[in-house]
């Protein structure tokens, strides 16, 4: 029954899955499903911070190497993507130490889009990221 409630309404069979936990049926479980969606809303959790980084990264790069274009819009999306990053982040402290691998595996769609945004060539960017961790998630940090 619940395999297939499970592939009808998503949101009704979390419902029926957290009944069960509080009742204490756990033979009623689907083990199988719920693994599947715990597993999943992880992945959720770190694509979110590689997502916002890639962005992050691509406008500070922008900020660093097209200093006459900067805008209001470039700095507030600066802003918001650090906000985000750092809400996950306390909401996940886990997820931290994630960081530095996801910087890494960011860094280059972000020259990608840095150049694709401001015209420069991507090989005129730095091959590996020039800021530390904690430059880059640093509010009052801006790159000159």
Known sequence: MSGNLYETDRAAWLTQQADFLRAG??????????LEELESEMGNYRHQIKNRLRVLLAHLLKWKYQPKQRSSSWRGTIRNQRQSIESVIEDNPSLRQT???????TYAPAVRLAADDTGIEGNDFPKTCEWSENEILDEDFWPE
Do not use: T
């Open 25 to 34: 049926q756990i033979g009623l479980i689907d083990q199988e499903h719920l």
């Open 99 to 105: 960081i530095s691998d996801a910087i890494q595996k």
